[in-house]
Nanobody
Framework: QVQLVESGGGLVQAGGSLRLSCSAS????????MGWFRQAPGLEREIVAAASRYGDNTYFADSVKGRFTISRDNAKKTVYLQMNNLKPEDTAVYFCAADYQQSVKHTPTSANEFDYWGRGTQVTVSS
């Protein structure tokens, strides 16, 4: 049974940093492209960042470019989202997701490409 469990969320002041972790079980992480999404109240879920199977290719939403980085440790079955210079508009529930991929290069960006989802972790940025 595949499980994705996010951790590392919390309350932080604007300008601060957080590192989210996504721990995967029940799958071989190197066979999956991984993504981070977020959803704020009243808004649709949106892609934040994604990484190809070995992390060679990455994608970042324009709103987080230069502030967030995504990395992965396939041996540890963990994916990370480092978030720096956080802003109040980054407040949301953050989800990690896994997309089974034959391509080692493909970086999915659409929610419907992903096969498995975590339950999310809350990130709140105060002004």
């Amino acid at each position: 049974q595949v499980q994705l469990v996010e951790s590392g969320g919390g309350l932080v002041q604007a300008g601060g940093s957080l590192r989210l972790s996504c721990s995967a079980s029940g799958l071989t992480l190197s066979l999956y492209a991984m993504g981070w999404f977020r959803q704020a109240p009243g808004l649709e879920r949106e892609i934040v960042a994604a990484a190809s199977r070995y992390g060679d290719n990455t994608y970042f939403a324009d709103s987080v470019k230069g502030r967030f980085t995504i990395s992965r440790d396939n041996a540890k079955k963990t994916v990370y989202l480092q978030m720096n210079n956080l802003k109040p508009e980054d407040t949301a529930v953050y989800f990690c997701a896994a997309d089974y991929q034959q391509s080692v290069k493909h970086t999915p960006t659409s929610a419907n490409e992903f096969d498995y989802w975590g339950r999310g972790t809350q990130v709140t940025v105060s002004s």
